[in-house]
């Protein structure tokens, strides 16, 4: 059994997407980030950097004491090994989708993170800041577009783990006003794995939870983005 702690988010999804897909009995531990769960010692005690999700397999694969793991990128990874599944064998195949992944993790999450941020959360609209954030965002549907151009899927031919670290993120092009159409190769393949029974059972998880207006919570303002006082 897998124990997910975890909250609706893209992050979230990530790893919700990869249980469904690999057939991984899992029960879920919702972290309440606006309360400021994600701080408490027991869960501090599995994702020291107090960020969702994190996973507490209890079966682990050497039959020894249950093994917490945590960063999105690490959990698939360790959930791909464990069950042979969405992660090449072969060397150049697994390096590929290492490098894809990487990819997601480093950059595509963490820009249209900010970006989302500056675009709907900060109490103030900072143009550079938005601007800036933005042109990234777009440069790096750029890259995957022009991958997707050449492969089927993100890391080549196969559906992998690299697909679903970036789907989530893709997934919220339309609250952070990005032209997904632009992207003719993105955009199919959006549209395809919007498909997968698997991928939309993972994406369900949770979506009765969704804080949609953090930014009308002062806690949760304050847990999240360190405002401590409201802006006119």
Not at 3 to 10: H, I, K, Q, R
Not at 104 to 132: K, S
Not at 159 to 185: H, V
């Amino acid at each position: 059994m897998i124990e997910l702690l975890s909250a609706p988010t893209p992050n979230g999804w990530k790893i919700t997407i990869m249980l469904e897909e690999c057939g991984l009995p899992y029960r879920v531990r919702w972290i309440d980030l606006g309360k400021g769960e994600q701080f408490a010692p027991d869960f501090l005690a599995v994702s020291p950097n107090n960020r969702i999700p994190a996973i507490i397999d209890h079966a682990p694969a050497d039959g020894g004491e249950p093994i917490p793991v945590f960063e999105t990128g690490a959990i698939l990874l360790y959930l791909a090994e464990k069950t042979g599944q969405f992660l090449p064998a072969d060397l150049r195949g697994r390096k590929q989708v290492m490098e894809w992944l990487f990819w997601q993790v480093g950059g595509l999450g963490p820009m249209l993170g900010q970006h989302g941020h500056f675009r709907l959360y900060a109490p103030e609209r900072i143009a550079y800041a938005t601007d800036r954030y933005r042109a990234e965002a777009l440069r790096l549907y750029g890259v995957l577009d022009r991958q997707l151009a050449r492969e089927p899927h993100v890391a080549g031919e196969d559906y992998s783990i690299a697909d679903m670290a970036c789907f989530p993120w893709i997934r919220t092009w339309k609250a952070q006003g990005l032209p997904l159409a632009d992207f003719p190769a993105l955009h199919g393949w959006y549209e395809r794995l919007k498909q997968r029974p698997a991928l939309r059972r993972g994406m369900d998880v949770g979506s009765d939870r969704i804080n949609r207006r953090p930014q009308d919570d002062a806690q949760a303002r304050r847990v999240l983005f360190g405002i401590t006082e409201d802006k006119p």
